[in-house]
């Protein structure tokens, strides 16, 4: 990413450089901490897509590889990519937001990925572990930005089971846990709200917003247990 770049916020990236788990630097929204509610975007991985290049790993590995992906996909508004295209669609609830509402909302929040392992193609999952992982350093995050809501791409099992683990092992308490009875295909969006350290964070997990992803049927649902447009309108 050009380090001149004005959308992405980098006074954190000292501390940021501090965490261990922190293998790529997480976008950070230029407006984050202006914001009434604090949101924090959990994606879930990255896998190699050029397998036949040996130098290729590591450009995926380099700690401005997800802002350099954010910038290429999710800044660049003409670009259709559906992990971004789909979630600005449900935040918003439209088939086409406008370019000054896609750029607000990106520069509004953090987005990271949950998973650090490079996996080694779009056909492979992640592991329990890579999960928990992931959960450890995001838990790092949280302390370190402060986020009020977090919105998580992925309903899997072990994604949720993981996470009820690392708030058992770390003794963070789960103040509350819900399935969320709208079903959404064959989806139950779940919600848990965690304090940690003091501060009250709530996690909604929502399928993955690539393909096959209904943004008409996940806005009601998002915008109802979120505050999803925090001073971006």
């Avoid at 004005?6 to 901490?33: M, T």
């Avoid at 949280?142 to 986020?147: A, E, H, N, Q």
């Avoid at 209904?214 to 998002?222: E, L, Q």
Wanted: glycine residues 4%; aromatic residues 12%.
């Amino acid at each position: 990413m050009n380090k001149n770049d004005i959308n992405c916020d980098l006074s954190f990236d000292q501390n940021l450089k501090l965490i261990e788990g922190v293998n790529r630097l997480p976008w950070v929204g230029k407006a984050f901490y202006t914001q009434k509610h604090k949101i924090f975007i959990l994606g879930e991985s990255i896998y190699n897509w050029k397998p036949e290049d040996q130098s290729f790993i590591s450009h995926i590995e380099a700690p401005d590889n997800l802002r350099n992906l954010h910038v290429n996909h999710a800044m660049n508004f003409k670009k259709n990519s559906k992990f971004v295209r789909n979630i600005e669609r449900a935040i918003y609830n439209k088939k086409k937001p406008t370019d000054s509402e896609k750029n607000k909302l990106w520069t509004s929040v953090i987005y990271h990925n949950l998973v650090k392992r490079v996996l080694k193609s779009n056909k492979h999952r992640p592991s329990y572990n890579d999960y928990l992982s992931g959960w450890t350093t995001f838990g790092e995050l949280v302390d370190l930005f402060l986020p009020d809501q977090v919105i998580v791409y992925g309903l899997e099992r072990k994604k949720i089971d993981s996470f009820l683990e690392y708030c058992q092992v770390n003794k963070i308490e789960i103040i509350k846990r819900e399935k969320i009875p709208v079903k959404v295909g064959r989806s139950h969006p779940r919600k848990i709200v965690v304090n940690k350290n003091g501060k009250e964070v709530m996690l909604l997990f929502i399928k993955h917003p690539s393909s096959y992803f209904s943004w008409k049927k996940w806005s009601p649902i998002i915008n109802h247990h979120l505050d999803c447009k925090p001073d971006i309108e």
